[in-house]
């Protein structure tokens, strides 16, 4: 068996995880039930510890702009590149409020580790379509790959999100509807204006979203809106509470009927996995939710919720409350849903992989040169950037 070296990009030290905290955590027991020896680490993460660390381990797990101090400071061993996040497609949102550093930094990112990978891990078709056309443009596709394994299943394979063992749980005794953290893509105005319509023919109907546990590391520019739209209308109906501890949050769930998600269409929304969808369907929570290719076919397929196509409070409105009526049925969806997405089975690829770690020794056959800029960055612009730059 191999050892393990799983390195996660999000601080987990306060045990309330985000999606790609969730992700690491379900990994590491994964692949420790498969009898590896695995060492997770997370932020703060200095260069010692990545050299200190990557000297004990045959692998190396990474996602994120942490990979740059790994490829940098870690001895060379098979290193996995967990793409699941398109982070370079999220934070193209954040132009506007903090200029085109953030899209430097993520573009940079990805470059190195597209050109360092030796097997990467994306969510869905249309992310290994999309990967595989970056692939191209750095040289990691190229003749010599696509001779070996025309399919390139031995450099990118899809390992999705996954969700723990089922569990049984409470019924909701109030209409309270659950929309979660709030990130820039999301439209929480558009989702506290369809739950006020929809208090018209439910009066006690409630939304709640969440905080996000590393508002530093995540701007909260939608988060603000919301709490001040709110604010301004007197909505009391509209709560804003901590985050929930991961092993707790099935606890959390049980106060909710139902789930919303609200978001615009665009090229964010064609290529994310939804991490809050997995775990909502597995709390046992109907969704009504924006149109979303990957979120549409989880819901169509298990009849657990609602999609709307109309980006209205109304049309929303009239969604939350079918799916209110419907919820008995939709919660059997669910349990379906559930059973067929262990982590285990999902991750089927990244254990392939662990079981016989490899270098790509063609890696630097094609491969793009990345261009340096003649003058550093200032130690000021560096700070800035690991303050702010992860997703």
């Known amino acids: 068996m191999s050892r393990i070296l799983l390195v996660c990009?999000?601080?987990?030290?306060?045990?309330?995880?985000?999606?790609?905290?969730?992700?690491?955590?379900?990994?590491?027991?994964?692949?420790?039930?498969?009898?590896?020896?695995?060492?997770?680490?997370?932020?703060?993460?200095?260069?010692?510890?990545?050299?200190?660390?990557?000297?004990?381990?045959?692998?190396?797990?990474?996602?994120?702009?942490?990979?740059?101090?790994?490829?940098?400071?870690?001895?060379?061993?098979?290193?996995?590149?967990?793409?699941?996040?398109p982070f370079i497609i999220e934070n193209l949102h954040y132009y506007e409020s903090r200029g085109s550093e953030v899209f430097t930094h993520d573009h940079a990112t990805v470059v190195n580790s597209l050109l360092h990978g030796d097997f990467f891990?994306?969510?869905?078709?249309?992310?290994?379509?999309?990967?595989?056309?970056?692939?191209?443009?750095?040289?990691?596709?190229?003749?010599?790959?696509?001779?070996?394994?025309?399919?390139?299943?031995a450099l990118i394979r899809i390992a999705p999100f996954g969700v723990p063992p089922p569990r049984e749980r409470a019924a909701a005794t109030e209409p309270a509807v659950l929309f979660g953290g709030i990130y820039d893509w999301y439209d929480p105005i558009l989702a506290i204006d369809a739950i006020a319509l929809a208090r018209e023919s439910l009066p006690q109907i409630s939304l709640t979203f969440t905080k996000h546990p590393n508002p530093e590391l995540t701007p909260q520019g939608k988060l603000t809106e919301a709490m001040q739209h709110a604010k301004k209308r007197g909505l009391q109906f509209v709560r804003f509470e901590p985050w929930f501890e991961y092993e707790r949050r099935g606890e959390f769930f049980e106060r909710f009927a139902l789930a919303l998600l609200t978001f615009p269409q665009s090229l964010e929304t064609e290529l994310s996995m939804r991490t809050r969808v997995y775990d909502y369907l597995w709390g046992g929570l109907?969704?009504?939710?924006?149109?979303?290719?990957?979120?549409?076919?989880?819901?169509?397929?298990?009849?657990?919720?609602?999609?709307?196509?109309?980006?209205?409070?109304?049309?929303?409105?009239?969604?939350?409350?079918?799916?209110?009526?419907?919820?008995?049925?939709?919660?059997?969806?669910?349990?379906?849903?559930?059973?067929?997405?262990?982590?285990?089975?999902?991750?089927?690829?990244?254990?392939?992989?662990?079981?016989?770690?490899?270098?790509?020794?063609?890696?630097?056959?094609f491969a793009v040169r990345m261009q340096v800029p003649e003058r550093p960055p200032s130690i000021l612009a560096r700070l800035k950037r690991r303050i702010g730059g992860a997703s």
């Open 9 to 85: 990009p999000e601080p987990l030290g306060h045990r309330q995880p985000a999606g790609i905290g969730i992700r690491f955590l379900e990994m590491q027991k994964v692949l420790q039930a498969d009898g590896h020896a695995v060492t997770l680490i997370s932020p703060p993460i200095t260069p010692e510890d990545l050299l200190r660390h990557s000297n004990d381990a045959d692998v190396a797990i990474v996602q994120g702009h942490i990979a740059n101090d790994l490829f940098a400071h870690a001895r060379p061993i098979p290193t996995v590149v967990d793409l699941y996040d």
């Open 121 to 153: 891990l994306c969510a869905s078709e249309s992310q290994r379509l999309f990967w595989l056309g970056m692939m191209l443009a750095v040289g990691r596709l190229n003749p010599m790959a696509f001779d070996a394994d025309p399919n390139l299943d």
């Open 286 to 365: 109907p969704i009504v939710s924006s149109s979303a290719p990957g979120t549409n076919e989880i819901l169509t397929r298990y009849r657990c919720g609602t999609i709307v196509h109309e980006a209205t409070p109304r049309a929303f409105a009239d969604a939350i409350l079918r799916t209110f009526a419907q919820q008995s049925t939709m919660r059997s969806g669910t349990r379906d849903f559930v059973r067929e997405h262990q982590w285990p089975e999902a991750l089927q690829p990244l254990r392939d992989f662990c079981r016989k770690p490899r270098i790509d020794t063609n890696k630097d056959a």
